[in-house]
Every structure is written in structure tokens, then in C-alpha cells.
T-cell receptor
Framework: AAGVIQSPRHLIKEKRETATLKCYPI?????VYWYQQGPGQDPQFLIS???????DKGSIPDRFSAQQFSDYHSELNMSSLELGDSALYFC?????????????FGPGTRLTVT | GEDVEQSLFLSVREGDSSVINCTYT??????LYWYKQEPGAGLQLLTY?????DMKQDQRLTVLLNKKDKHLSLRIADTQTGDSAIYFC???????????????FGKGTKLSVKP
């Protein structure tokens, strides 16, 4: 079965640079979530989209933005990177419109800021 | 509050049962999830339960829910070395205002299985 795809899997950036993370949800899933997991931490919710509209925001810094495109893939844009942004970034997708609340996670993008 | 709490470590012998515990705080109806994370890997959805259920069983996994105490447990029968991982309990944030429900995670329980 198709899973959530994230790219790139690893990314190394320097402070003050920008980064773009991509997420391709499971086909026909209508909801995408972004989470950030710091080293040894639990995942923290950043932002979500339902049917290409932003549906909720969590602890996402103003330096970050995200959008979901017409083909349902989503991108997380991160600017003015800081050392503290080094983390594993997960995308998850679900099919909320039918009342199915299973959230499936992608393999994550490991971002290292030097 | 939105705290999900778990014990941080559990060590068992291969073949024994493992029981990982979690408490949640949301007083409304919600969904509760168990995820498994191996080192450097993503989060694998193991099972989930709606908060009006008492129990759910799926092969070696049994989820028990005590609604009164807001206590959730995951029992893994016949634990194998391949079960060594971090197990996260998560609660769906339920917003009747129309936004979708992100998950609130516990800190994770590191399960070590000794041969």
C-alpha cells in the first residue's frame, strides 16, 4: 500500500539559510499534518491542511510557512534557519472527510542546521 | 490541560508480555493512538481506540482503556527483540469548531527487550 512520501530525507543547511520540505500524502487522503520532533523529544504539531486549506496551527514559528497544492502535496518552507531548528520533520496524512481518524506518518526529513 | 504522560523506560525479557502505560487529560470523547518508533525511523501506527471503548485487540497487541481514570495501556504479548523501540501514546485534539484534530504525544516509552 502507498505510504506518505517525504523529500528530502536528509538536509543540511547553514544558519540563516532557507529550506523547503516536501510531503506527498497517501492518495485520496484529504488532510495533511506537519510535526517537528527534536532530539529525544516527542513530536510537536506545527500546522495542518484540510482539502488544501489551512485548518489549524500549532507551535509553528513565524519564520516557517506551509501550503498544500492542488495535487494535495504540501511544502513546509523554513527561512532564517536557526541551530534550534535541527530536528526530524514529519508529515502525516489522514482521510478525515469520511470519519477515518488514522494518521499515517511519513519517514521524516532530518534537518541539520550548522 | 493537554498533557499525555508515559513512563520513560521499560525492560522485559524475550517471550514475556510488555505493558506500556499512558494517562491523558482531555475530558471529551477522543481517539487515542499507539505509535512505534525505531531509531532514526518514522512513526508507525500500531493501533487506536475511541474513548467510548474498553478494549481493542489486534494480534499480539491489546489496548485497555480505563475512562474513569483516563488511563490507557498497550500490552504486547510474547515480546520479541524486534519490538525494541520507543512507543508513543497520542491523544487526538478534538475541536468542534471545525478544525481538524492534530495529535498530542506523550514523551514516549523506550522498550528494551533482552534475549
Amino acid at each position: 500500500a502507498a505510504g506518505v512520501i517525504q523529500s528530502p530525507r536528509h538536509l543540511i543547511k547553514e544558519k540563516r539559510e532557507t529550506a523547503t520540505l516536501k510531503c506527498y500524502p497517501i492518495p485520496r487522503h484529504d488532510t495533511v499534518y506537519w510535526y517537528q520532533q527534536g532530539p529525544g523529544q516527542d513530536p510537536q504539531f506545527l500546522i495542518s491542511f484540510y482539502e488544501k486549506m489551512q485548518s489549524d496551527k500549532g507551535s509553528i514559528p513565524d519564520r516557517f510557512s506551509a501550503q498544500q497544492f492542488s495535487d494535495y502535496h504540501s511544502e513546509l518552507n523554513m527561512s532564517s534557519l536557526e541551530l534550534g531548528d535541527s530536528a526530524l520533520y514529519f508529515c502525516a496524512s489522514s482521510l478525515e472527510g469520511t470519519g477515518s481518524y488514522e494518521q499515517y506518518f511519513g519517514p521524516g526529513t532530518r534537518l541539520t542546521v550548522t | 490541560g493537554e498533557d499525555v504522560e508515559q513512563s520513560l523506560f521499560l525492560s522485559v525479557r524475550e517471550g514475556d508480555s510488555s505493558v506500556i502505560n499512558c494517562t491523558y487529560t482531555d475530558s471529551s470523547s477522543t481517539y487515542l493512538y499507539w505509535y512505534k518508533q525505531e531509531p532514526g525511523a518514522g512513526l508507525q501506527l500500531l493501533t487506536y481506540i475511541f474513548s467510548n471503548m474498553d478494549m481493542k485487540q489486534d494480534q499480539r497487541l491489546t489496548v485497555l482503556l480505563n475512562k474513569k481514570d483516563k488511563h490507557l495501556s498497550l500490552r504486547i504479548a510474547d515480546t520479541q527483540t524486534g519490538d525494541s523501540a520507543i512507543y508513543f501514546c497520542a491523544e487526538r485534539r478534538w475541536d468542534y469548531g471545525g478544525s481538524q484534530g492534530n495529535l498530542i504525544f506523550g514523551k514516549g516509552t523506550k522498550l528494551s527487550v533482552k534475549p
